[in-house]
T-cell receptor, first 114, second 109 residues
Framework: EAQVTQNPRYLITVTGKKLTVTCSQN?????MSWYRQDPGLGLRQIYY???????DKGDVPEGYKVSRKEKRNFPLILESPSPNQTSLYFCASRYKGQGGYEQYFGPGTRLTVT | RKEVEQDPGPFNVPEGATVAFNCTYSNSASQSFFWYRQDCRKEPKLLMS???SGNEDGRFTAQLNRASQYISLLIRDSKLSDSATYLCVAPGSFNKFYFGSGTKLNVKP
């Protein structure tokens, strides 16, 4: 089954404690992306990757890091989480070509930073 | 100005009604657009893509107006199961994507 998986699905942590949210896709997609969703603000792109070892900032990259060492995986790293990073996070993947290629989303990770 | 703007609603309509949402975008170079459906904080799922003037899929019609830089989504014969939040998506420069904040639809019996 074609899918994007994220782990963990729910996480409560404290300010400053480093965490990683994993994302994996089995569709051989080149393009992967991380979004955060906050009430009234919609989904905002954090980072994206066009292929292995190629990553770029989205609109809200501050406080986040990513890596793309393998095509299927795109982890999101919060080195020192703060309460303003409490949010619902989605990973997504798609083919990288121009045009109307669908983005497939993971089930989301609900993060609370206290 | 936001890259993509939508009326947040909610739109409260009876079953069987026709309802339309609009979405405006700022990047005139954008070529393809998307409508996604999102249920209750679950992951967004693609509803329709819009490349040229429009696209129709059953009860759903999406239209693109490049001159005025907006896309619309028309839902005919609304069902209870159509209740959801509808997200408009436009590509930006440098392979970014911009989502609207979503329009909430409530279909009532």
């Amino acid at each position: 089954e074609a899918q994007v998986t994220q782990n963990p699905r729910y996480l409560i942590t404290v300010t400053g404690k480093k965490l990683t949210v994993t994302c994996s896709q089995n569709m051989n997609h080149e393009y992967m992306s991380w979004y955060r969703q906050d009430p009234g603000l919609g989904l905002r792109q954090i980072y994206y990757s066009m292929n292995v070892e190629v990553t770029d900032k989205g609109d809200v990259p501050e406080g986040y890091k990513v890596s793309r060492k393998e095509k299927r995986n795109f982890p999101l790293i919060l080195e020192s989480p703060s309460p303003n990073q409490t949010s619902l996070y989605f990973c997504a993947s798609r083919y990288k070509g121009q045009g109307g290629y669908e983005q497939y989303f993971g089930p989301g990770t609900r993060l609370t930073v206290t | 100005r936001k890259e993509v703007e939508q009326d947040p609603g909610p739109f409260n309509v009876p079953e069987g009604a026709t309802v339309a949402f609009n979405c405006t975008y700022s990047n005139s170079a954008s070529q393809s657009f998307f409508w996604y459906r999102q249920d209750c904080r679950k992951e967004p799922k693609l509803l329709m893509s819009v490349y040229s003037s429009g696209n129709e899929d059953g009860r759903f019609t999406a239209q693109l107006n490049r001159a005025s830089q907006y896309i619309s989504l028309l839902i005919r014969d609304s069902k209870l199961s159509d209740s959801a939040t509808y997200l408009c998506v436009a590509p930006g420069s440098f392979n970014k994507f911009y989502f609207g904040s979503g329009t909430k639809l409530n279909v009532k019996p």
